[in-house]
């Protein structure tokens, strides 16, 4: 796995991978990217953090040439992909939100056909489809037909069929979306393994547990516009206190806790099964729930996390 594509990208010194000015989608009357600036840098995994419909994917889609842009400025490797595409898609590894293997064909089938198109000799392909099937392990399955196979299963191999031309940049667009815990933790694995070899990932997530898992950088969408931009662990800093108590209350209880909490939480969200207290000291704050005597559902001290900077930012969650 140490393709030419991840050894360029580590060089010092290079600009931008991906730099993005204003950019802009429409369609019809609907802005699904409203006017966008960001960059990533080579060697880093760089994240799109936001719900369904804050224009993740069609950012994606400009980036990959599968969608023209509206208006404003984008460069890929230093490409203008209303005139370079082809020469943009060469050097690109893509991972749809939904898989498209060919299921009439074998694992090891599907890896060898996709190399054709980047005119990969037999050989070679041959070699690269045996290291990337062990990468993703899958090799003791590699004569086997798709359709069988577990959705944790599918999206690796969709994956190793994204590494086979050794791109400079992999796209990965919501890449553990429907997979149970345990395939959405390989998956993270085999990132996060692909990130210490120097491969540059893009990625876009609505589970803040992966953004922070997974990325050194991210921009968080909502509806067409980015409203931060930093590291998980800065962005949270800057935008959330460290803990979150968070209370599920019976009955006429929840004026009496907001009263009763005053000045041991900088900020109280009231959520329609929940309240939460952001404070310094979650423990602390327990405690005088507890000594007021107030019957309580529930009561959970949480670290905070990028949904709670999300939820301040746009005054909704991650699943709205």
Same mark, same amino acid.
């Given at each position: 796995?140490?393709?030419?594509?991840?050894?360029?990208?580590?060089?010092?010194?290079?600009?931008?991978?991906?730099?993005?000015?204003?950019?802009?989608?429409?369609?019809?009357?609907?802005?699904?990217?409203?006017?966008?600036?960001?960059?990533?840098?080579?060697?880093?995994?760089?994240?799109?953090?936001?719900?369904?419909?804050?224009?993740?994917?069609?950012?994606?889609?400009?980036?990959?040439?599968?969608?023209?842009?509206?208006?404003?400025?984008?460069?890929?490797?230093?490409?203008?992909?209303?005139?370079?595409?082809?020469?943009?898609?060469?050097?690109?590894?893509?991972?749809?939100?939904?898989?498209?293997?060919?299921?009439?064909?074998?694992?090891?089938?599907?890896?060898?056909?996709?190399?054709?198109?980047?005119?990969?000799?037999?050989?070679?392909?041959? $070699? /690269?489809?045996?290291?990337?099937? %062990?990468?993703?392990? =899958? @090799? &003791? #399955?590699?004569?086997?037909?798709?359709?069988? *196979?577990?959705?944790?299963?599918?999206?690796?191999?969709?994956?190793?069929?994204?590494?086979?031309?050794?791109?400079?940049?992999?796209?990965?667009?919501?890449?553990?979306?429907?997979?149970?815990?345990?395939?959405?933790?390989?998956?993270?694995?085999?990132?996060?393994?692909?990130?210490?070899?120097?491969?540059?990932?893009?990625?876009?997530?609505?589970?803040?547990?992966?953004?922070?898992?997974?990325?050194?950088?991210?921009?968080?969408?909502?509806?067409?516009?980015?409203?931060?931009?930093?590291?998980?662990?800065?962005?949270?800093?800057?935008?959330?206190?460290?803990?979150?108590?968070?209370?599920?209350?019976?009955?006429? $209880? /929840?004026?009496?806790?907001?009263? %009763?909490?005053?000045? =041991? @939480? &900088? #900020?109280?969200?009231?959520?329609?099964?929940? *309240?939460?207290?952001?404070?310094?000291?979650?423990?602390?704050?327990?405690?005088?729930?507890?000594?007021?005597?107030?019957?309580?559902?529930?009561?959970?001290?949480?670290?905070?996390?990028?949904?709670?900077?999300?939820?301040?930012?746009?005054?909704?969650?991650?699943?709205?």
């Amino acid at each position: 796995m140490d393709g030419r594509g991840y050894n360029r990208a580590m060089l010092a010194g290079d600009p931008p991978l991906i730099s993005a000015r204003g950019l802009l989608k429409r369609f019809k009357t609907f802005t699904a990217v409203d006017g966008i600036d960001f960059d990533v840098r080579p060697g880093e995994a760089f994240g799109f953090l936001g719900p369904n419909g804050a224009g993740k994917t069609s950012t994606m889609r400009m980036i990959a040439c599968a969608s023209p842009i509206t208006g404003g400025q984008l460069r890929v490797m230093g490409l203008d992909p209303l005139t370079a595409a082809s020469a943009i898609k060469a050097r690109l590894g893509v991972v749809p939100q939904r898989d498209n293997l060919d299921t009439e064909l074998t694992v090891r089938e599907n890896l060898l056909m996709y190399a054709r198109y980047f005119d990969i000799p037999g050989p070679v392909a041959r $070699g /690269r489809t045996d290291e990337l099937l %062990a990468f993703v392990q =899958l @090799a &003791e #399955r590699a004569n086997d037909e798709v359709e069988p *196979l577990s959705g944790g299963m599918k999206r690796r191999l969709t994956i190793a069929r994204a590494l086979i031309n050794e791109p400079d940049i992999i796209l990965l667009d919501e890449p553990t979306t429907g997979l149970d815990p345990q395939a959405r933790h390989l998956i993270w694995d085999r990132l996060y393994r692909l990130k210490q070899k120097g491969a540059t990932l893009l990625l876009t997530t609505h589970y803040m547990d992966e953004a922070e898992q997974l990325c050194d950088r991210l921009v968080i969408m909502d509806k067409g516009r980015i409203v931060a931009e930093g590291s998980p662990r800065d962005l949270i800093a800057r935008h959330s206190t460290r803990e979150v108590l968070e209370l599920r209350v019976r009955g006429d $209880g /929840r004026d009496g806790l907001r009263a %009763a909490l005053e000045g =041991l @939480a &900088e #900020r109280v969200v009231e959520l329609p099964d929940r *309240l939460q207290f952001y404070t310094t000291d979650g423990e602390r704050a327990l405690e005088k729930v507890h000594g007021l005597g107030v019957a309580l559902d529930s009561a959970l001290v949480r670290r905070a996390t990028l949904e709670d900077v999300f939820l301040r930012l746009t005054g909704h969650t991650l699943v709205d």
